[in-house]
């Protein structure tokens, strides 16, 4: 099976737009899981989705949003960019069964300006 | 929320020595994955263990989940084996939501 894609892999943006990340997870998997990875923060958990709805939520602002389409890709959007959303994004996949094994993307490496 | 800790934060090693990596959290689990992050940044998966013992060729882990920790080895260590090391756990009843630690810097000179 193919593995976890992510797309773009680099994205600059500048300060105030607004930007659109894709993931499309493993085949047969339906659940989709976002993280941001910062040299401060570490990893930290943005959301999931599964089946289209979104199941689990982390500490972050209503500028972080996601969405998930009936093919299981998912896609997160920042608007509003500040510099703090400089970071790897990085996509998860798994079955969703519960706790099983989550697969992650190769990232999207996001420089605001 | 559940803390996990991760020592030590830095290693260094001359290739072909042992190692041992270890995990704390801080209340039950579901699931705890270690994962090694390439210099691209991407996360591969090494191990799916919530409890007992797993190996997969020079590494191995075992997580006593009752005493809430996790210890990842590496053996006979290569210089391909440098990179970041992260445990993480999700302890969510519905769904999933992984919990990282700050993660193990191992350095492995020839």
């Known amino acids: 099976k193919a593995g976890v894609t992510q797309t773009p892999r680099y994205l600059i943006k500048t300060r105030g737009q607004q930007v659109t990340l894709s993931c499309s997870p493993i085949?047969?998997?339906?659940?989709v899981s976002w993280y941001q990875q910062t040299p401060g923060q570490g990893l930290q958990f943005l959301f999931e989705?599964?089946?289209?709805?979104?199941?689990n939520k982390g500490n972050f602002p209503g500028r972080f949003s996601g969405r998930q389409f009936s093919n299981s890709r998912s896609e997160m959007n920042v608007s509003t960019l500040e510099l703090g959303d400089s970071a790897l994004y990085l996509c998860a996949s798994s079955e969703g069964d519960g706790a099983d094994t989550q697969y992650f993307g190769p990232g999207t490496r996001l420089t605001v300006l | 929320g559940i803390q996990v800790e991760q020592s030590p934060p830095d290693l260094i090693l001359q290739e072909g020595a042992n190692s041992t990596l270890r995990c704390n959290f801080s209340?039950?689990?579901?699931?705890l994955q270690w994962f090694h992050q390439n210099p691209w940044g991407q996360l591969i998966n090494l191990f799916y263990i919530p409890s007992g013992t797993k190996q997969n060729g020079r590494l191995s882990a075992t997580t006593v989940a009752t005493e809430r920790y996790s210890l990842l080895y590496i053996s006979s260590s290569q210089t391909t084996d440098s990179g970041v090391y992260f445990c993480a756990v999700d302890w969510e009843t519905s769904g999933s939501r992984l919990t990282f630690g700050e993660g193990t810097q191992l350095t492995v000179n020839p």
């Open positions: 085949s047969g998997h339906r659940s």
């Open positions: 989705y599964f089946s289209e709805t979104q199941r």
């Open positions: 209340d039950s689990v579901n699931n």
